[in-house]
């Protein structure tokens, strides 16, 4: 597949960056399968998808460091963690239509690799670090943030309201509210650490840790709903 002048337009207009080197991104948008085996290194998306996943990695650290001050080292590191893999990258992709402009080898493109979450998580990297490489990191931050910061929006609400689904959830269930009681304290006064057992009746109870009771509660809330699949992860 070619990389035409109107599609380069397309793209820079749909990522919100105009290209200084237009050879970025057409390299970007290139899979392995779609070149010489001895050119892959230098001409397909490898390179530039190993720098888009640390440069992805540092703006949405950036970005939960700023937006959740209240969070601790945990809570900060599985929100990372939930919107900075593979699954995360392909819907971006997908949002954004990249597999209508991926360049894929003709075995690749029959198997419908245009469509693949890994080849679509991997060319969204690829392409924040065709941005950066190309821009510096104040246009790349500006894409992550635009594109990933929904994510981190349900993240926040996600985790401020578990108690709250939880408790929708099991009405919906028919049953009575969720029980949260202490089962263990430790550490110091000026720093303890609650251990929080939630129970929903009928259900086995599950215990969560915090450095408060009320954060204890919201981590075992939200424990509890990823367990009985109401909730797929704790983004």
């Known amino acids: 597949m ?3 002048a109107r599609d380069r337009q397309e793209l820079e207009q749909k ?3 105009r ?6 991104l057409k390299r970007a948008l290139t899979h392995s399968s779609a070149v010489a085996p001895s050119k892959r290194t230098a001409d397909s998306y490898q390179r530039l998808e190993f720098l888009g996943d640390r440069v992805l990695g540092l703006v949405v650290a950036d970005l939960l460091s700023r937006r959740l001050p209240k969070a601790n080292e945990g809570e900060l590191s599985r929100t990372l963690n939930s919107m900075v893999r593979k699954e995360t990258c392909a819907k971006v992709a997908r949002e954004l239509d990249l597999g209508a402009f991926v360049r894929l080898g003709e075995s690749e493109a029959r198997t419908g690799g245009a469509d693949k979450d ?4 991997d060319v969204c990297e690829a ?3 065709a941005i950066y490489a190309d821009g510096g990191l104040d246009p790349a931050y500006a894409f992550v943030e635009t594109m990933f910061g929904g994510d981190l929006d349900v993240a926040q609400a996600r985790r401020a309201d578990a108690k709250t689904a939880l408790q ?4 919906g269930q028919g049953l009575e509210p969720p029980r949260y009681t202490e089962v263990g304290r430790s550490g110091p006064d000026h720093a303890p650490t609650f251990t929080i057992e939630v129970a929903v009746k009928g259900y086995a109870p599950l215990s969560a840790v915090g450095t408060s009771k009320k954060l204890a509660e919201h981590q075992g809330a939200a ?3 990823v367990r009985e699949k109401v909730w797929k992860n704790l983004e």
């Open 168 to 171: 929708e959830w099991a009405q």
């Open 19 to 24: 290209f200084e080197d237009p050879a970025l």
């Open 223 to 225: 424990q509890f709903l």
């Open 15 to 17: 990522l919100g960056h």
């Open 127 to 129: 392409l924040i670090g």
């Open 2 to 4: 070619s990389f035409r």
């Open 118 to 121: 890994a080849i679509l998580g």
